[in-house]
């Protein structure tokens, strides 16, 4: 058994990579103020038969080796930003700091793509998509909106058990 630095709780030797467990590095720590999924949750939202998909942008997932290559993955997600998201937005560019409007949009965009990731991974039998690639992107619209744009795409790889 080994401690996480995070939350501090003792885990299994396997769950516990540089200190930290997975759940702590999927979720961050418990205080963190990020929700952990229940199975509840879980259920709620259709994915209860889906398991967990490590997601990293790095080409390896530490202490596991690559089975092989299942396929490539990719997802994109487009956001329209409403008028008043522009407006604040111009005012924001106008007189400086933070757009926390944009903040959220990004957020929701980035996660919505992780999400469909995992699932595509789960759907073909991975159990990781490593090599993630993130690409940010904003489409003006004729009526002077815009649209913001997020895909991602990495390789869905099968692990071997645990080294």
Not at 37 to 55: N, R, V
Not at 56 to 65: M, Y
Request: net charge negative; proline share 4%.
């Amino acid at each position: 058994m080994t401690l996480c630095k995070e939350c501090s709780e003792e885990k299994p030797d396997n769950q516990v990579q540089l200190g930290v467990c997975d759940d702590c590095f999927r979720y961050g720590p418990p205080n963190s103020g990020r929700p952990r999924p229940t199975t509840q949750d879980t259920k709620a939202k259709g994915q209860a038969d889906a398991p967990d998909i490590i997601l990293t942008t790095s080409v390896d997932v530490p202490n596991r080796k690559i089975e092989k290559i299942v396929s490539i993955v990719a997802t994109e997600v487009a956001l329209g930003m409403n008028i008043f998201r522009d407006i604040a937005n111009n005012w924001r560019d106008f007189i400086g700091g933070r757009s926390s409007a944009s903040q959220k949009a990004l957020e929701e965009a980035r996660t919505e793509c992780f999400a469909e990731l995992r699932r595509k991974a789960a759907a073909a039998g991975a159990d990781a998509v490593i090599a993630i690639d993130l690409d940010y992107n904003q489409i003006s619209t004729h009526g002077g909106g815009s649209i913001l744009f997020v895909a991602a795409s990495g390789t869905a790889v099968k692990l071997t058990a645990l080294l």
